[in-house]
């Protein structure tokens, strides 16, 4: 793409050069799509500045550096979610597919004095919400077990938030993070901050399998994540994943919610 709109801006490879680190900070926070025209869009841009910059004041030779990028293209247009600096109690990375690839999840949650009502927002879809609703039977069922009051539902009412609600979410694969999510709040044990999970669950608390593991992982590596939970069952789906991301994260395959809270709860 770079030759490509260097030529058609009449200038050579060795005039307009394009620092790794920029292309890369270009791709993350300059566009969210499937291709790439927007990308293209925004290397003629800068092309087209950087040309007029070299006309006006006699330069010969353009370095774009991660630092100069605000001067072409302006201030950032999106965010990418990285891991979160330290282990919360009641917040957990879930990661989610979307039309522009994986993206990651934060999901948090927060209980408070009630009488057991379950409150979700973040423009969740039905599905979304009925998997939290699982997730909350599954808890209640083992509370005990969880090392949760068993008349927590009687006297507590839960809120479940994912930010960015200006973004629609739906779908099944966030449901043990939903419901690790609840069972720290509950307990007061942090979730450890490197790890990020998906997976469907049922009311027994089985993990099912998902969709889309290849894109989901790709997020996951790009925020720095080093452990992702996701279901027995998407073993196969393994080896979609590029060999670099297999090599930094660490997949740990999970048929029950027991064996996500192993590897997620401090």
């Not at 409150?119 to 599905?127: H, R």
């Not at 889309?212 to 996951?220: F, M, N, T, V, W």
């Not at 720095?224 to 080896?239: F, S």
Request: aromatic share 4%.
């Amino acid at each position: 793409l770079v030759p490509k709109q260097l030529a058609l801006h009449g200038q050579k490879p060795s005039n307009v050069v394009f620092e790794e680190q920029a292309m890369r900070d270009i791709i993350n926070y300059y566009t969210m799509e499937a291709g790439v025209r927007t990308l293209e869009r925004r290397i003629a841009d800068i092309c087209r500045k950087a040309a007029r910059e070299m006309a006006e004041h006699g330069r010969r030779r353009i370095r774009v550096r991660p630092g100069s990028l605000h001067k072409y293209l302006g201030p950032e247009r999106y965010r990418r979610n990285a891991a979160a600096e330290r282990d919360e109690v009641g917040l957990v990375t879930g990661l989610a597919w979307t039309s522009a690839g994986g993206q990651t999840l934060l999901v948090e949650a927060t209980p408070m004095r009630g009488d057991g009502k379950l409150e979700l927002t973040g423009q969740l879809g039905d599905v979304m919400k009925e998997s939290a609703r699982a997730g909350l039977s599954y808890i209640r069922s083992k509370a005990t077990e969880l090392g949760i009051d068993p008349e927590f539902y009687k006297n507590t009412d839960l809120h479940v938030h994912i930010p960015e609600g200006a973004i629609p979410k739906d779908g099944p694969s966030a449901g043990i993070t939903m419901a690790t999510a609840i069972i720290s709040a509950l307990s007061g044990r942090p979730v450890r901050r490197n790890v990020a999970m998906t997976g469907e669950i049922t009311l027994r608390g089985r993990v099912l399998p998902i969709g889309g593991l290849k894109e989901k992982a790709l997020a996951a590596h790009r925020a720095g994540i080093k452990k992702v939970i996701i279901p027995a069952e998407n073993q196969k789906d393994l080896d979609d994943i590029p060999e670099n991301v297999r090599k930094d994260i660490r997949f740990l395959l999970v048929n029950d919610l027991d064996d996500v809270l192993k590897n997620a709860l401090v």
